[in-house]
């Protein structure tokens, strides 16, 4: 009997061993985690998360969206059209995946006053093209409206029910039922 306890005794410790080493591989690995997780930034607390959001908003209340730019345009050119506004801090023309230019512009000035100033300069012309100036609004993350997908004007009418096709039957009963579209010699249509 002593035997079986102390079998029953030195199994309960290589397990209690083993549980050690388990515990002690997933706090590494925990802790390799959470540095990976540092390094790519992924972590973020919400403390900073509110500081970077205040600060797009600080951002976005001295720029301005330029509408209808020639697709000619350089940045430069851009930034000597709105020079007596104020100081320009940077200008993005925005562009496709493929380099182009998509038509509209941001600039972003120094000083908030400025923005007022970029505003009377609403419909004024660049390389022949009359600009559409507004105030840059800032995004709200999550506040993008569902819409629906539109129908297709090229795909025809597509119902949201199941399909049902619709049988035609032979005249005077004879022939055999067709599974989707009658052939055109029993069809009563032509």
Same mark, same amino acid.
């Given at each position: 009997?002593?035997?079986? @306890? ?5 199994? *309960? @410790?290589?397990? !209690?061993?083993?549980? !050690?080493?388990?515990? #002690?591989?997933?706090?590494? *690995?925990?802790? !390799?985690?959470? $540095?990976?997780? $540092? ?28 509408? /209808?730019? #020639? ?14 506004? =104020?100081?320009? /801090? +940077?200008?993005?023309?925005?562009? /496709? ?12 000035? &120094? ?7 970029? &505003? *009377? *300069?609403?419909?004024?012309? &660049?390389?022949?093209?009359? &600009?559409?100036?507004?105030?840059? +609004? ?34 005077? =009963?004879?022939? !055999?039922?067709? +599974? ?11």
């Amino acid at each position: 009997m002593a035997g079986a @306890d102390d079998g029953a005794v030195m199994e *309960l @410790d290589d397990m !209690k061993k083993r549980l !050690k080493e388990m515990e #002690d591989e997933a706090a590494a *690995l925990r802790e !390799k985690q959470a $540095k990976v997780e $540092k390094e790519m930034g992924s972590v973020q607390d919400p403390a900073a998360a509110a500081a970077s959001q205040a600060n797009r908003e600080e951002v976005d209340s001295r720029s301005v969206f330029v509408g /209808n730019v #020639d697709y000619s345009c350089t940045p430069e050119e851009v930034q000597q059209h709105f020079q007596s506004c =104020g100081t320009v /801090n +940077r200008v993005t023309i925005r562009t /496709n995946k493929y380099g182009q230019p998509k038509g509209y512009a941001y600039v972003e000035f &120094l000083e908030p006053e400025a923005v007022q100033e970029a &505003l *009377l *300069l609403n419909e004024s012309e &660049l390389h022949g093209r009359q &600009l559409k100036i507004s105030a840059k +609004r800032t995004n709200v993350p999550g506040m993008k409206v569902f819409r629906p997908p539109r129908p297709n004007p090229y795909m025809g009418f597509r119902p949201r029910s199941a399909y049902m096709p619709t049988y035609f039957y032979p005249p005077y =009963g004879y022939g !055999k039922v067709p +599974r989707f579209r009658m052939p055109m010699r029993y069809s009563p249509y032509y």
